[in-house]
C-alpha cells in the first residue's frame, strides 16, 4: 500500500521560510498527480498546489508567487518551498497523490493521505 509521510513542518516567523518534504513509499511517484492541502483551525481543508506526473503546476491564488512545489521520482519525494510566510498560512499541511491523468487541487480527486505536519506563523 502506498504510504505518504510529512516532514519539515513546526513554527516559523511572519516572513520566514519552511520546506516540507512527503516521502512515498510502497510504489512509484511518477504514477502520480501530487498536491499539498492545507486545513486550519475551524476552516475546510484547502488545495495549496499541486504537480503533475509531467511537471506542470498549480497553485491556489493565495500562495501563488510565495510556495513553489516540486517532485524528485528519483528520490520518490515532493516538496513544498514556503516564503514569505504569513499567520494565514498556520494550519496542518497534508501531501496527498491522484492516479487521475488531471492535475487539480479538488480533494475528491485524492485517493492517498498523509498524516500531516503543523506550520504556526507567529505575527
Known amino acids: 500500500a502506498q504510504v505518504l509521510v510529512e516532514s519539515g513542518g513546526g513554527p516559523v516567523q511572519t516572513g520566514g521560510s519552511l520546506r516540507l518534504s512527503c516521502a512515498i513509499s510502497?510504489?512509484?511517484?511518477?504514477?502520480?498527480?501530487m498536491a499539498w492541502f492545507r486545513q486550519a483551525p475551524g476552516k475546510e481543508r484547502e488545495g495549496v498546489a499541486g504537480?503533475?506526473?509531467?511537471?506542470?503546476?498549480t497553485y491556489t491564488d493565495s500562495v501563488k508567487g510565495r510556495f513553489t512545489i516540486t517532485r524528485d521520482n528519483a528520490k520518490n519525494t515532493v516538496d513544498l518551498q514556503m516564503n514569505s510566510l504569513k499567520p494565514g498560512d498556520t494550519a496542518v499541511y497534508y501531501c496527498?497523490?491522484?492516479?487521475?491523468?488531471?492535475?487539480?487541487?479538488?480533494?475528491?480527486?485524492?485517493?492517498?493521505w498523509g498524516q500531516g505536519t503543523q506550520v504556526t506563523v507567529a505575527s
Open positions: 496527498a497523490a491522484s492516479t487521475s491523468v488531471w492535475l487539480s487541487l479538488a480533494e475528491f480527486q485524492y485517493e492517498y
Open positions: 510502497g510504489d512509484s511517484l511518477n504514477k502520480y498527480v
Open positions: 504537480i503533475h506526473r509531467n511537471g506542470e503546476t
